[in-house]
């Protein structure tokens, strides 16, 4: 599948999901208010977490192994698979006992946390599926297979809301079950051959090339989510439910980079004969910065909409969303030219900016949110984005030797290479 299609692809996926999202969501926050997004919005964070990084290391070496390594296929698969099952069954058994001692998720019911830890595995096994699709290139089967199950969950959040049954537990519950549906529906068109068996060589070399990766994207995802974590501990619900609707806003800035990182990740894995990818990744970056500039820069007017859209108790959110665009803007510089390095088995690069700006960023949310509530938070997420981004684009520069003009400044020939896309 050509590099470019996937792009395109990619791109048509994410504003689909962007323009019916926003539809829903206005919907869900209208429904719910800030209490009651806040309140969803935590179990689904923490259960999210547990989902996206439980497998440790595993999900990360997925395509480096699948493509570089003489370990066979299927073996690297099942492998995976038996893996991930036991993890799941332990990460279950840990959240069961951590919840009846009252140590986590104390607000919450049993219902909810079955239904959490059917999200958790549902997204074990999507992550390391969908690094297995982009390890082949195949990535619009996972894009249509992620369409089937965001509109039919978008459906079903619109007659919910027609009905007048639209709350936090039956949001809740579709978002579990469209989840669901995504990791059944890419289980079958996984198509790969499977033996109830661990084949140990893999497991280590998986675990000690992964757990640098693994370590650096948990670091990322908590530099992105630390903020909201905070915010409930310090303030409560209905704070954190302000300010995830200016971080739902802001982070749509990341619509090309999120189109571009599978594609590009891909493309780098499966280079052949004399091309290092180094111009595929100038001009890549160059035309994906420019585009994120332009979508900032439309974003600002349109955050004094806030309050007409959501409702007047959303009102603040206008203001954290100015203060986080410029952050979350040189946040999209990572996204884009990471899978640089992930593809040449360097992932400790990531793994040291990662970790320095979410520490940065911890600081400075408990500097920030105790004296300026969630515009602190709104601050210091975005001085650490900020940093994250300088920071890429020094290593590019000086460690690398791209030059900055060429990965940022647009030319003409840019333009015809978007029709194209």
Aim: hydrophobic letters at 50%.
């Amino acid at each position: 599948m050509g590099y470019s299609k996937n792009i395109s692809h990619n791109l048509f996926t994410q504003i689909l999901k962007i323009i019916f999202g926003m539809l829903t969501g206005i919907i869900v926050a209208r429904a719910l208010g800030p209490a009651g997004q806040g309140y969803v919005t935590y179990i689904i964070l923490i259960f999210t977490l547990l989902g996206n990084f439980g497998h440790f290391g595993i999900t990360s070496a997925v395509a480096y192994f699948q493509k570089k390594s003489s370990f066979p296929r299927d073996a690297i698969y099942f492998t995976n698979t038996n893996v991930l099952a036991l993890i799941a069954m332990g990460l279950g058994a840990s959240t069961i006992l951590l919840r009846s001692q009252g140590i986590i998720l104390q607000n919450y019911g049993w219902q909810m946390i079955a239904l959490g830890l059917i999200l958790m595995v549902s997204y074990l096994f999507i992550g390391h599926h969908q690094a297995w699709l982009t390890g082949d290139e195949r990535i619009i089967l996972n894009n249509r297979i992620g369409l089937i199950s965001f509109f039919l969950k978008s459906g079903a959040i619109l007659l919910l809301w027609i009905w007048g049954s639209l709350n936090y537990q039956s949001f809740f519950l579709v978002t579990v079950l469209s989840i669901l549906l995504w990791f059944v529906l890419l289980q079958i068109k996984m198509r790969e051959r499977y033996l109830p068996s661990i084949m140990p060589s893999i497991l280590k070399a998986e675990f000690s090339y992964g757990a640098i990766a693994w370590a650096s994207t948990l670091c990322a995802w908590l530099h992105y989510r630390a903020d909201q974590i905070m915010i409930k501990q310090y303030l409560g619900s209905s704070d954190l439910g302000v300010y995830s609707i200016a971080v739902t806003i802001a982070e749509l800035l990341f619509l090309l980079p999120l189109s571009i990182n599978t594609a590009l990740t891909g493309r780098l894995y499966n280079l052949g004969g004399t091309d290092d990818g180094r111009s595929t990744i100038i001009r890549t970056t160059r035309i994906s910065m420019s585009i994120s500039l332009a979508l900032c820069l439309v974003a600002i007017p349109g955050s004094l909409l806030i309050p007409f859209i959501y409702g007047t108790p959303y009102a603040q959110a206008t203001g954290l969303l100015l203060m986080l665009l410029p952050g979350i803007l040189f946040a999209c510089i990572p996204k884009i030219v990471s899978p640089w390095f992930f593809s040449s088995g360097r992932p400790l690069v990531h793994l040291r900016i990662t970790f320095g700006c979410l520490l940065l960023n911890v600081i400075l949310n408990f500097i920030f949110i105790p004296r300026l509530q969630i515009l602190g938070a709104a601050l210091a997420s975005s001085i650490s984005y900020l940093c994250y981004g300088v920071y890429y684009l020094a290593m590019m520069k000086f460690s690398e030797g791209f030059s900055l003009s060429e990965m940022l400044i647009p030319k003409l020939q840019d333009f015809r290479h978007v029709k194209r896309i």
